[in-house]
């Protein structure tokens, strides 16, 4: 499993990504430097400008708070901090390994993602 780290200002969020196509297509991609505004209340959302690898995934998946994920159909990233409902194209790339306080409200964060060592 690959161990990966959100850097957002002078916070350090862990999260641990699962072994499957989509997570380890998004591990290649790091590091990234993205901006993430909120949608809906739900979830921080940014265009990863690239659907990742499919392969495998179920059809629908329904995210729980702290999931990290991919809605296919836009090839955004999307990390819920609120559950929702089964979604079909949503694809789970891992989950945060803790609180997850930083990423909550409406504001545009700017959040560097990497493998962590």
Same mark, same amino acid.
């Given at each position: 499993?690959?161990? @990966?780290?959100? @850097? +957002? ?9 699962? !072994? ?22 739900? !979830? ?17 998946? !329904?995210?729980?708070? %702290? ?11 999307? @990390? ?8 079909? %194209?949503?694809?789970?790339? %891992?989950?945060?390994? %803790?609180? +997850? !306080? ?10 560097? +993602?990497?493998?962590?060592?």
């Amino acid at each position: 499993m690959t161990k @990966i780290r959100f @850097i +957002i200002g002078d916070e350090v969020l862990t999260a641990t990504l699962d !072994e499957n196509a989509a997570a380890n297509d998004f591990a290649r991609m790091l590091p990234l430097e993205l901006s993430l505004s909120d949608y809906h209340g739900i !979830e921080k959302v940014a265009d990863l400008g690239h659907k990742l690898d499919d392969t495998g995934m179920p059809r629908a998946y !329904e995210p729980k708070s %702290g999931d990290i994920t991919q809605y296919q159909p836009w090839g955004n990233l999307a @990390i819920f901090y609120h559950a929702f409902q089964s979604s079909a %194209g949503l694809l789970r790339l %891992g989950e945060f390994d %803790g609180a +997850i !306080e930083p990423l909550l409200g409406n504001a545009e964060i700017t959040v560097r +993602i990497e493998v962590a060592d």
